[in-house]
């Protein structure tokens, strides 16, 4: 139902606009809505982790930040790849050319 109703909206745009080159709708599914809850958490979690790694150096601790700013990008990778599956995961309908 969602789906038609996206269509019929998007044709009514591409007729009522003929302006416009090109009408794209994307409306994310389920999957697609957790993959970016969990890309969003594993950004916070790489904030969080650079936090620390400043603290550690600011305190001398060179290997404790060291590792924590490792974690950080292990925790910004994993936002990237959930980031790029949402993108894939949602529905997509383009008309026009």
Do not use: K
Not at 17 to 34: L, Y
Request: proline residues 2%.
């Amino acid at each position: 139902m969602r789906r038609s109703t996206a269509v019929t909206f998007a044709l009514f745009l591409s007729v009522a606009a003929p302006a416009m080159a090109q009408v794209i709708i994307q409306t994310p599914n389920g999957a697609a809505t957790q993959d970016e809850m969990r890309a969003q958490r594993d950004r916070a979690d790489a904030r969080r982790d650079m936090s620390q790694a400043h603290r550690d150096a600011a305190m001398g601790d060179y290997q404790g930040a060291a590792d924590a700013q490792r974690d950080a990008r292990q925790d910004m990778h994993a936002a990237h790849r959930e980031q790029e599956r949402a993108q894939d995961e949602s529905t997509t309908v383009v008309i026009g050319r």
